[in-house]
């Protein structure tokens, strides 16, 4: 998820982006990946959907994908961006419009309360909103602004930030296509977060409508450290595995509410061969985020390789497509 960069609003401090360049310093492979993808990203929008996965894959994780006979979680989430086009999926991963289906399975009480709704970042009206709030676009992954103190807030830099965000096409650079056309909006929410709490995101991958792996998303907006995944099973042993982000140093306490987010994210996920289903714990009290179909865009490597391995068995591609 990309975190946009605006004091006192957002995850963003200058130690963050320190540990980051020295990080990339260190691994001068991660700068060849960054430098070559953005070059295939300038011409995008001229290369179809199999050539782009085709050719990110190859920079990624330096060897050739298996479309013909995908056999890790990452391929599969491939093959599945090329051949499983179910078209309920655009709506649910609208930020607005999933809403309305997640309350029709679960209940309004699991939902985030919508202030807002805003076609353009100029018509949101700042004086409305409460001291605290969250504004989100509807149609990518990561942008999102968090108000934590309206006197603070620099609204000249919001819209901008916002228009930024509105303008970006998400689907042409990772061609996961249900976002492709979903309406391109901004949404303001109530700030669910606990002062002085770490927010934390627990994320359930789930397959065929059984929850398998979770992993917990973790110092993203108050330590200053770069976001941490850590992976653990549904008994919530700890998965020794990296997958984009390092693991975390602090203690993941197991949360209140996990056996009632299992449950829940077995009935979102029914139906679907592969679902990742997103919710925040706050004190026993469960509120969902989001539903994602292709994790990390299926780009993210697993090291060790074991878990991306024994998803790949989890997850069984659907047969009416493949025949």
Not at 153 to 159: A, F, G, R
Not at 170 to 190: D, G, L, M, S
Not at 299 to 314: E, H, Q, R, S, T
Request: contains cysteine; hydrophobic residues 40%; aromatic residues 14%.
């Amino acid at each position: 998820m990309h975190m946009a960069e605006l004091p006192h609003i957002l995850y963003f401090n200058q130690t963050s982006v320190n540990n980051r360049i020295i990080s990339l310093l260190k691994d001068p492979y991660r700068i060849y990946i960054g430098v070559t993808r953005r070059l295939i990203n300038l011409f995008a929008g001229r290369i179809s959907d199999k050539t782009y996965i085709r050719l990110r894959w190859l920079i990624t994780f330096g060897r050739r994908i298996n479309l013909e006979n995908p056999v890790t979680f990452n391929e599969k989430l491939q093959w599945l961006k090329l051949n499983n086009h179910n078209p309920l999926y655009t709506r649910l991963v609208d930020k607005y419009e999933v809403k309305k289906y997640i309350a029709s399975l679960i209940g309004d009480e699991h939902i985030i309360p919508t202030i807002g709704v805003y076609e353009r970042a100029e018509d949101i009206d700042f004086d409305a909103l409460p001291g605290q709030f969250v504004l989100k676009t509807t149609h990518d992954s990561g942008g999102i602004v968090i108000c934590r103190d309206k006197s603070k807030l620099n609204k000249e830099e919001v819209v901008k930030k916002l228009n930024k965000f509105l303008q970006t096409d998400f689907y042409i650079y990772t061609r996961e296509w249900p976002y492709k056309n979903v309406p391109r909006r901004i949404i303001a929410e109530q700030y669910i977060a606990v002062p002085n709490i770490d927010l934390r995101d627990y994320k359930f991958l789930c397959f065929d409508g059984v929850p398998k792996i979770m992993y917990v998303a973790a110092d993203r907006f108050t330590s200053g450290e770069e976001t941490s995944f850590d992976f653990f099973d549904m008994d919530y042993n700890h998965i020794k595995a990296k997958n984009g982000h390092p693991n975390t140093k602090r203690t993941l306490e197991r949360p209140q509410g996990f056996e009632r987010m299992k449950e829940l994210a077995a009935k979102l996920s029914a139906g679907f061969p592969h679902v990742r289903i997103d919710f925040y714990d706050i004190n026993g009290k469960i509120y969902f985020g989001e539903m994602t179909f292709f994790h990390m865009s299926g780009f993210a490597k697993f090291v060790p390789d074991n878990l991306d391995k024994l998803m790949g068995k989890y997850l069984k591609l659907p047969v009416e497509v493949r025949e």
